[in-house]
């Protein structure tokens, strides 16, 4: 398996959903993460639905980011900030649970989104961002393949989080960004038990 994985991190083969369905816990997402272990390391594979790839060749999004292909965006923000994560914490031999996967790409797709939005509103801050994330996002059941409710939690818990990220990008006080992206850096690093007691004390 992990030869596979590493051949299809090579080639356009990791675009077809018939292909990634072959892998052990694959689902029928059009976003996906595929992790293979071996005595030699990790190999991973991100998929994304090609359907996806073409919206968003189409509608820019660094163009215009809107309801049109915010969804899409969202999508694909999720795929690289799961492949990142596993892959910055591989480098330092750090373990990687689901709920801290979840918890930090749900923060990555707000933050992602909340900066391209102000940086297209010439410094308006998209209110809007957090309750088309947090409050109006359903779960898929057959996505979430039973995990509906480690999904809830991670997303309850980013929402607490990224009202402070709201807070901080759409209060204007000076230097509130700077402390902000400290805080975020911070955050990235920790693990799942730090993550989650700072939102609880914090958030």
């Given at each position: 398996m992990l030869e596979d994985v590493e051949f299809c991190l090579?080639?356009?083969?990791?675009?077809?959903?018939?292909?990634?369905?072959?892998f052990h816990g694959a689902r029928n997402t059009e976003e996906q993460l595929i992790v293979a272990q071996d005595d030699e390391g990790i190999a991973l594979a991100l998929y994304i639905d090609p359907a996806v790839l073409e919206r968003l060749s189409r509608h820019d999004p660094f163009a215009a980011l809107t309801g049109d292909n915010l969804a899409d965006y969202l999508t694909v923000a999720e795929g690289v900030s799961h492949f990142v994560y596993v892959t910055w914490n591989a480098g330092f031999d750090k373990p990687v649970?689901?709920?801290e996967?979840?918890?930090?790409?749900?923060?990555?797709?707000?933050?992602?989104?909340?900066?391209?939005?102000?940086?297209?509103?010439?410094g308006r801050?998209?209110?809007?961002?957090?309750?088309?994330?947090?409050?109006?996002?359903?779960i898929d059941?057959?996505?979430?393949?039973?995990?509906?409710?480690?999904?809830?939690?991670?997303?309850?818990?980013a929402g607490r989080f990224c009202r402070r990220v709201a807070a901080s990008l759409g209060g204007g006080r000076r230097g509130a960004t700077r402390e902000l992206l400290a805080e975020l850096r911070r955050f990235y690093r920790w693990?799942?038990?730090?993550k989650l007691r700072h939102i609880e004390r914090f958030a």
């Open positions: 090579r080639g356009s083969i990791a675009r077809d959903p018939q292909y990634i369905m072959r649970t689901l709920l996967l979840e918890l930090q790409a749900e923060v990555d797709k707000y933050v992602l989104g909340a900066w391209l939005l102000r940086a297209q509103g010439r801050f998209p209110r809007e961002l957090h309750r088309a994330l947090f409050e109006r996002a359903r059941p057959t996505a979430a393949a039973g995990r509906a409710r480690l999904y809830h939690v991670a997303s309850s818990y693990g799942n038990a730090r």
